[in-house]
């Protein structure tokens, strides 16, 4: 069965670094999303990438935030200047055939 | 902006009984997905309800759709430690994104 990948699975990096995510969608699909989750709290959407640009973006995804599909298969989250309130759980998810399926996510700890 | 509800937003069940979790939004939407996540994990796609009235079942879990009422249930039957988990709705916005609610942490206990 298809799936979403992403690396890495844990990054704990310094804040004011920058950090990318990496997400490799599954091939057919056309659109993409980066959802996040701070421990404990509820999913909540990021951005969505369609035909390589971002079609939706919440207030969440400020200027620090930046996304891109770089060689055609990986799809990357950028956060250019970390915060400690950038600590949570990045999921990608593409969607189709009406499922959004997700990656296992990657581990992000601002310290 | 469309809200999800979910409730309870905590429930201990006994293995065996049988509970309902609701899954109320505050848009007209007609797809709405459930998930499972384990802690620590990813999201398991559970089910996904395309239309009013529908009702699709997996093992001990039922989940329906009533689009005018702006509702989903999740019924989960004779309840197994197994089960013990948090679930997710997430409402489709136009094929744009996933409004998620707040999720049901569940604790069956033996």
């Not at chain 1, 298809?2 to 990054?11: I, Y």
């Not at chain 1, 969608?25 to 421990?39: A, E, G, K, T």
């Not at chain 2, 939004?25 to 999201?43: E, F, I, N, V």
């Amino acid at each position: 069965e298809p799936e979403v990948t992403q690396t890495p699975s844990h990054q704990v990096t310094q804040m004011g670094q920058e950090v990318i995510l990496r997400c490799v969608p599954i091939s057919n699909h056309l659109y993409f999303y980066w959802y996040r989750q701070i421990l404990g709290q509820k999913v909540e959407f990021l951005v969505s990438f369609y035909n390589n640009e971002i079609s939706e973006k919440s207030e969440i995804f400020d200027d620090q935030f930046s996304v891109e599909r770089p060689d055609g298969s990986n799809f990357t989250l950028k956060i250019r200047s970390t915060k400690l309130e950038d600590s949570a759980m990045y999921f990608c998810s593409t969607s189709g055939n009406y499922e959004q399926y997700f990656g296992p996510g990657t581990r992000l700890t601002v310290t | 902006e469309l809200k999800v509800e979910q409730n309870p937003l905590f429930l201990s069940m006994q293995e065996g009984k049988n509970y309902t979790i609701y899954c109320n939004y505050s848009t007209t939407s007609d797809r709405l997905y459930w998930y499972r996540q384990d802690p620590g994990k990813s999201l398991e796609s559970l089910f996904v309800l395309l239309s009013n009235g529908a009702v699709k079942q997996e093992g001990r879990l039922m989940a329906s759709l009533d689009t005018k009422a702006r509702l989903s249930t999740l019924h989960i039957t004779a309840a197994v430690h197994d089960l013990s988990a948090t679930y997710f709705c997430a409402v489709d916005l136009y094929g744009n994104k996933l409004v998620f609610g707040a999720g049901t942490i569940l604790r069956v206990k033996s």
